[in-house]
């Protein structure tokens, strides 16, 4: 593999993806190409329904149905089978939702602790990288809380580290502080990335938010299922 070809994070070409409702086809993507470089941060706006949704879980290889090209990391992905997209979620990829989905009876040390865990990591390391990530987004007195008793600020940080757990290669947001008020969104927005480029690695980050959008290195927009 080229190394041309690996400073591509994301290649994606005439992506397409289409739902049948009664009699009608629903086109949300017609023909997405976009390319993201390693350690790059790009927004993705739309408007809600604009499909920026269904775009992330194309790039996350979270459902089938979608014809095209899907590059991550030099790797064509079309063609592989369930094992082969559930390892490269594994070792190459990162996810933030708009609703953090911590696992309510961990605590938050616990929650960054378990991904590592799955991918392989010992135990000791997997707790030293987990509270070296928490300690960098502001919870290092907050280790030991459940969800249940931190912030809608302080758990969707604890979800930022969780999706850092594991170095990925890229980290997809879908409206990660669409939850929170503006100024803890601006806040977890900061941190987020500030932590992304500390750790090196590229993002895709969905919202509706021009403001913060401008904060990122590019701009995407999905306008009528095509980038723009």
Same mark, same amino acid.
Request: aromatic share 4%; no cysteine.
């Given at each position: 593999?080229?190394?041309?070809? /690996?400073?591509?994070?994301? %290649?994606?070409?005439?992506?397409?993806?289409?739902?049948?409702?009664?009699? =009608?086809?629903?086109?949300?993507?017609?023909?997405?190409?976009?390319?993201?470089? &390693?350690?790059?941060?790009?927004?993705?706006?739309?408007?809600?329904?604009?499909?920026?949704?269904?775009?992330?879980?194309?790039?996350?290889?979270?459902?089938?149905?979608?014809?095209?090209?899907?590059?991550?990391?030099?790797? %064509?992905?079309?063609?592989?089978?369930?094992?082969?997209?559930?390892?490269?979620?594994?070792?190459?990829?990162?996810?933030?939702?708009?609703?953090?989905?911590? @696992?309510?009876?961990?605590? =938050?040390?616990?929650?960054?602790?378990?991904?590592?865990?799955?991918?392989?990591?010992?135990?000791?390391?997997?707790? &030293?990288?987990?509270?070296? @990530?928490?300690?960098?987004?502001?919870?290092?007195?907050?280790?030991?809380?459940?969800?249940?008793?931190?912030?809608?600020?302080?758990?969707?940080?604890?979800?930022?580290?969780? =999706?850092?757990?594991?170095?990925?290669? @890229?980290?997809?947001?879908?409206?990660?502080?669409?939850?929170?008020?503006? =100024?803890?969104?601006?806040?977890?927005?900061?941190?987020? /990335?500030?932590?992304?480029?500390?750790?090196?690695?590229?993002?895709?980050?969905?919202?509706?938010?021009?403001?913060?959008? &401008?904060?990122?290195?590019? /701009?995407?927009?999905?306008?009528?299922?095509?980038?723009?």
């Amino acid at each position: 593999m080229s190394d041309r070809a /690996i400073d591509k994070t994301v %290649e994606l070409r005439d992506v397409r993806r289409s739902f049948v409702q009664g009699d =009608a086809v629903i086109e949300v993507l017609r023909g997405v190409n976009l390319d993201i470089r &390693a350690n790059e941060i790009v927004a993705l706006l739309g408007p809600s329904g604009s499909g920026k949704s269904t775009l992330l879980q194309a790039v996350g290889l979270l459902e089938g149905g979608f014809e095209g090209s899907i590059k991550l990391n030099g790797e %064509e992905t079309a063609h592989l089978s369930a094992s082969g997209h559930t390892r490269i979620r594994r070792d190459m990829l990162g996810f933030v939702y708009q609703f953090h989905h911590l @696992l309510p009876d961990f605590s =938050a040390l616990e929650n960054v602790v378990m991904p590592q865990l799955i991918a392989g990591t010992n135990e000791s390391e997997a707790e &030293a990288r987990a509270e070296t @990530l928490l300690r960098s987004l502001g919870l290092g007195e907050r280790l030991n809380h459940k969800p249940s008793k931190l912030s809608g600020g302080e758990q969707q940080r604890v979800a930022v580290a969780r =999706a850092l757990a594991n170095a990925p290669k @890229l980290v997809l947001a879908d409206e990660p502080t669409g939850n929170l008020d503006e =100024a803890t969104a601006d806040l977890v927005l900061a941190e987020f /990335i500030r932590l992304v480029r500390q750790e090196g690695s590229a993002a895709l980050i969905a919202t509706h938010n021009e403001r913060l959008a &401008a904060k990122m290195d590019r /701009i995407v927009r999905l306008h009528e299922g095509v980038l723009t």
